[in-house]
């Protein structure tokens, strides 16, 4: 016997409406296990397509099915782009999301959002990354875990355990947004002006600077380490670099930033990773292909 016409076109509306239901959770976790906003959106899509063309009247669970199906994918596709990024010129970083303008991301908890962590997060490997951010980020129960990655129970706390420890290990305890921001707009006012000085009492002594420019113009192509170094090599671009730009504030992954425009196009993205030492990390985002999602809707 058919399916009438009808109920086929319900069936698939009913899937659409449960996928739109999960999309933003989906982006949120391929975003954190990627880093790069076309890689995510590619992941859903195709999570969409395997959603479409499965026999859905066997899930039971909509939204694990779909979670199990976001994960694996970007397992895979991460395993691939690690070797990609080999070939990346100059240092790689995350693409930064305007999460004011996206407040859904980091809705669920903001947790594995934010430029260090993502930075950390790429020396865990694949499987351990997806089983810390679907716990620490979505908060997902260790049996769940297990089942999404294929692995025991044991071993899905084994892996968040280890990712825990390694994630502690790296970083020290960040400061509030609200004095993170103070340390940018100081950096901002002694950057421009080339005050070094200025400059070197807010660095901490390892700070470090990494540009991702993938061989734009003006990108430094190594990182710049330790706090001299970094406060004379930010005062030597400062005559020319931030000249015919207009600086504004904006939210990029739950962390403040600031956007480098000229002509209406945005250059540059830089914030800032601080402690209690004072800066820890600068973090400038140059490559034109990162840049697509900094501006907040109608601004």
Do not use: C
């Not at 016409?5 to 449960?18: E, F, K, Q, T, Y």
């Not at 049996?143 to 294929?150: G, H, M, N, Q, T």
């Amino acid at each position: 016997m058919r399916d009438e016409p009808g109920a086929r076109n319900g069936d698939l509306s009913a899937a659409v409406d449960v996928f739109a239901a999960q999309r933003r959770r989906l982006f949120g976790i391929a975003y954190r296990m990627l880093g790069t906003v076309s890689d995510a959106e590619d992941i859903v899509q195709d999570t969409w397509i395997r959603w479409q063309n499965t026999d859905r009247t066997q899930v039971q669970e909509p939204a694990a099915f779909l979670t199990t199906i976001t994960t694996r994918l970007s397992i895979t596709v991460l395993q691939s782009a690690r070797a990609k990024r080999e070939t990346y010129i100059g240092p790689w970083l995350p693409e930064p999301v305007n999460t004011e303008d996206d407040p859904a991301l980091g809705a669920e908890r903001a947790e594995a959002l934010q430029f260090a962590i993502l930075l950390t997060l790429e020396k865990l490997t694949p499987t351990e990354r997806a089983a810390y951010i679907l716990r620490e980020a979505f908060d997902y129960p260790y049996p769940r875990i297990a089942e999404v990655i294929s692995s025991s129970v044991v071993s899905a706390r084994q892996l968040v355990s280890r990712a825990r420890a390694h994630l502690t290990s790296e970083r020290q305890a960040a400061v509030e947004p609200v004095h993170q921001r103070r340390l940018l707009a100081a950096f901002l006012a002694a950057a421009q002006k080339g005050d070094s000085q200025e400059l070197e009492k807010i660095f901490a002594d390892d700070v470090v600077s990494y540009t991702d420019g993938n061989g734009v113009k003006l990108a430094a192509r190594v990182p710049v380490s330790g706090r001299g170094r970094v406060a004379t090599f930010v005062a030597a671009f400062a005559h020319h670099f931030w000249t015919g730009k207009s600086l504004d504030w904006v939210e990029i992954n739950g962390q403040p930033a600031a956007t480098l425009s000229e002509n209406g196009t945005v250059t540059t993205v830089v914030t800032v990773t601080a402690t209690e030492n004072g800066i820890e990390q600068l973090l400038w985002v140059m490559s034109p292909e990162k840049l697509g999602h900094v501006t907040a809707v109608g601004a």
